[in-house]
């Protein structure tokens, strides 16, 4: 059974820092592209980034570039979130996502329960 496990969210001040980890079970996600969503209270899911097999990240958003990376550790089958100089509209609820090619194409088929992410002082 394919399964998503977000991790790392909390309530954090502006400008601090916050890494959110995304366990995968049930398939290995070194052969797929995942990617990292977010919804904040009364807004739609918004793609934020995703990060190939290759370890190339494609933003969506432009207001993380610069601020937010991901990365991968396949023998942990884990894919990982560092979110620096967080801003209180980055307060949601952050998802990853496991697509469905080794590449980035914005297509998604297994999603995880999200954590919440508060920045705010």
């Known amino acids: 059974q394919v399964r998503l496990v977000e991790s790392g969210g909390d309530l954090v001040q502006p400008g601090g820092s916050l890494r959110l980890s995304c366990a995968a079970s049930?398939?290995?996600?070194?052969?797929?592209?995942m990617g990292w969503f977010r919804q904040a209270p009364g807004k739609e899911r918004e793609e934020i980034l995703c990060?190939?097999?290759?370890?190339?990240?494609?933003y969506v958003k432009d207001s993380v570039e610069g601020r937010f990376t991901a990365s991968r550790d396949n023998a942990k089958n884990t894919v990982y979130l560092q979110m620096n100089n967080l801003k209180p509209e980055d307060t949601a609820k952050y998802y990853c996502a496991s697509g469905l090619y080794i590449w980035c194409n914005n297509k998604y088929d297994n999603w995880g329960q999200g954590t919440q992410v508060t920045v705010s002082s």
């Open positions: 990060i190939s097999t290759s370890d190339s990240t494609t």
């Open positions: 049930g398939f290995e996600l070194e052969y797929y592209a």
